[in-house]
């Protein structure tokens, strides 16, 4: 199948900094990626959907200010989490919408990130 | 209400059970639908699609009902390493995840 590669897969960072997870489409071209956060023990939560080119669509309570998300190319969108707080500390994962006509959405495999 | 709802489980079943999950969406414009497995800490893998007609793979069959805006998962004769949380998974130009039903097959 097609894989997505998600980069870090781990990461802790102090609070107040800034951190920036990558999500990579290696095989095909992804024109709309989405990126979650997944709480432990809940359901992925969709942050935002990424379009190439236009500016992310943010889902209501996620503050676009904070997560700012950059899809630059077909093959490339950015999470930046600025000014980590504790309460950002989760697993967020992203994943690639590949279109018609075998529609499938791939996964990252995700980021756990630990802000102290 | 939310846009994708699942029975919220968890499911413990014995081996060789045969178990079912039901999912309903609020979109009715929604495009495609999907069953997704989650294993602990780990990223979502697709499980199948759904189509209008139902299809099966295996022990495993998937239906959609348009009218009711209700997919459904069936797993026949299940196995210890059907364990995991299964997500059902609505496009409407978005991918949105219902919560997920957690399954727990024992031996």
């Known amino acids: 199948g097609a894989v997505v590669s998600q980069h870090p897969s781990r990461v802790i960072c102090k609070s107040g900094t800034s951190v920036k997870i990558e999500c990579r489409s290696l095989d095909f071209q992804a024109t709309t990626m989405f990126w979650y956060r997944q709480f432990p023990k809940q359901s992925l939560m969709l942050m935002a959907t990424s379009n190439e080119g236009s500016k992310a669509t943010y889902e209501q309570g996620v503050e676009k200010d904070k997560f700012l998300i950059n899809h630059a190319s077909l093959t490339l969108s950015t999470l930046t989490v600025t000014s980590a707080h504790p309460e950002d500390s989760s697993f967020y994962i992203c994943?690639?919408?590949?279109?018609?006509?075998?529609?499938?959405?791939?996964f990252g495999q995700g980021t756990r990130l630990t802000v102290v | 209400r939310k846009e994708v709802e699942q029975d919220p489980g968890p499911f413990n079943v014995p081996e060789g059970a045969t178990v079912a999950f039901n999912c309903t969406y609020s979109n009715s414009a929604s495009q495609s639908f999907f069953w997704y497995r989650q294993d602990c800490r780990k990223e979502p893998k697709l499980l199948m699609s759904?189509?209008?007609s139902g299809n099966e793979d295996g022990r495993f069959t998937a239906q959609l009902n348009r009218a009711s805006q209700y997919i459904s998962l069936l797993i026949r004769d299940s196995k210890l390493s059907d364990s995991a949380t299964y997500l059902c998974v609505v496009n409407s130009n978005d991918m949105r995840f219902g919560a997920g039903t957690r399954l727990t097959v024992k031996p």
């Open positions: 994943s690639a919408l590949r279109g018609a006509p075998d529609t499938e959405a791939f």
């Open positions: 759904v189509y209008s």
